[in-house]
Nanobody, 128 residues
């Protein structure tokens, strides 16, 4: 079994920054791909960022490009999401996902169902 625990969410003013962390434990040898998704109230879950473990290609949702950055620390079994210039539209519960087999490609945003493991989510609220 794999456990994913997110942290770092909170309330921030527009234009502010947060860094989310997702620590993996358990059968971490079975983790290959890790990514971040989010779900705003009344909306479907959407992809935020993912990394192709084969070639290192990093994917970002268009609306977060240039503001968010994903980083995976293999030594700490942790993946981070640095979020800058936050907007009210970024308000959502952010989820970390991991899978032993799935490899993200150009259709990665629609592939939430491909991930086997999910964290419990950490809420991010951007408001003045």
């Amino acid at each position: 079994q794999v456990q994913l625990v997110e942290s770092g969410g909170g309330l921030v003013q527009p234009g502010g920054s947060l860094r989310l962390s997702c620590a993996a434990s358990g059968s971490i040898f079975s983790i290959d791909t890790m990514g971040w998704y989010r779900q705003a109230p009344g909306k479907e879950r959407e992809g935020v960022s993912a990394v192709n473990p084969r070639d290192g290609t990093v994917y970002y949702k268009d609306s977060v490009k240039g503001r968010f950055a994903i980083y995976r620390d293999f030594a700490k079994n942790t993946v981070y999401l640095s979020m800058n210039k936050l907007k009210p539209a970024d308000t959502a519960v952010y989820y970390c996902a991991a899978d032993p087999l799935y490899v993200p490609d150009a259709q990665w945003e629609d592939d939430a169902g491909e991930y086997e493991h999910w964290g419990q989510g950490t809420p991010v609220t951007v408001s003045s």
